[in-house]
C-alpha cells in the first residue's frame, strides 16, 4: 500500500540554525499538510498546500516556516531560524479530493539544543 | 474555535472486552471526522472517516458513529486484544462552503492498554 515517508526521523539541530524537514507524499495526492506534535500535547495543525500555494496556515506557522513543492514528489517543510520551542515531532500528510483520509508519515523528531 | 476533547484520557480493559471511547466537539460545521491510532514513536495511521452526512462507520471490529448535532463521535471496539494498545485520536476537518481544504483539529487522545 502506498504511504508518505518522512527523513529525517531525527534532527537534532543547534538553536538558530536552518532545518529542512523533507516528505514524499502519496503520488496521486493533491492536498499537503504539515502538522507538530509537541510532548506530550495534542497534534497541532501547522499549514496545508494545494494547487501549488498555501491554502490554509496556523498562527503558529509564522514568518520563520516556509513549505515547498519543488518537484512534483517531495514537500518540505522549512524552519529559517530555530528556537528551543521548536522542539516537536513533525508529521507530513496528504490526502486525495474529496471525502478521503489523510495519510500520515512517521514522523520527524526535532531536536534543537 | 473548533476544539475537540476525549474521554476518557485513558483505559485499561481485560482482553476480550468490548469498549467505548468517546469524541467531542465544539462547532458542529465539519466537512468529516476521522478515527487515528498512534503507536509509541509511530505516525498516526486512519482507521476510519465519516463524512458529516453519514451516521456510522465500520471496519472489521470498529465501528464509529457521529452525531452532528450534538457534536458526538464515538469509537466501538468489539472483542479487544492487546493489539489494540495505543493511542486512540479524534479528529475533525472543518467545513468551508461545503468542501474543505481538510485542516484537522485533533482531540488529546485516548491511550487504550489491552492486557491479557
Known amino acids: 500500500e502506498p504511504e508518505v515517508t518522512q527523513t529525517p526521523s531525527h534532527q537534532v539541530t543547534q538553536m538558530g540554525q536552518e532545518v529542512i524537514l523533507r516528505c514524499v507524499p502519496i503520488s496521486n495526492h493533491l492536498y499537503f499538510y504539515w502538522y507538530r506534535q509537541i510532548l506530550g500535547q495534542k497534534v497541532e495543525f501547522l499549514v496545508s498546500f494545494y494547487n501549488n500555494e498555501i491554502s490554509e496556515k496556523s498562527e503558529i506557522f509564522d514568518d520563520q516556516f516556509s513549505v515547498e513543492r519543488p518537484d512534483g514528489s517531495n514537500f518540505t517543510l522549512k524552519i529559517r531560524s530555530t528556537k528551543l520551542e521548536d522542539s516537536a515531532m513533525y508529521f507530513c500528510?496528504?490526502?486525495?479530493?474529496?471525502?478521503?483520509?489523510?495519510?500520515f508519515g512517521d514522523g520527524t523528531r526535532l531536536s534543537i539544543l | 474555535k473548533q476544539e475537540v476533547t476525549q474521554i476518557p484520557a485513558a483505559l485499561s480493559v481485560p482482553e476480550g472486552e468490548n469498549l467505548v471511547l468517546n469524541c467531542s466537539f465544539t462547532d458542529s460545521a465539519i466537512y468529516n471526522l476521522q478515527w487515528f491510532r498512534q503507536d509509541p514513536g509511530k505516525g498516526l495511521t486512519s482507521l476510519l472517516l465519516?463524512?458529516?452526512?453519514?451516521r456510522e462507520q465500520t471496519s472489521g471490529r470498529l465501528n464509529a458513529s457521529l452525531d452532528k448535532s450534538s457534536g458526538r463521535s464515538t469509537l466501538y471496539i468489539a472483542a479487544s486484544q492487546p493489539g489494540d494498545s495505543a493511542t486512540y485520536l479524534c479528529?475533525?476537518?472543518?467545513?468551508?462552503?461545503?468542501?474543505?481544504?481538510?485542516?484537522?483539529?485533533f482531540g488529546q487522545g485516548t491511550i487504550l492498554t489491552v492486557h491479557p
Open positions: 465519516i463524512q458529516s452526512s453519514q
Open positions: 500528510a496528504s490526502r486525495d479530493r474529496g471525502h478521503q483520509p489523510q495519510h
Open positions: 479528529a475533525v476537518s472543518a467545513s468551508a462552503g461545503g468542501t474543505s481544504y481538510g485542516k484537522l483539529t
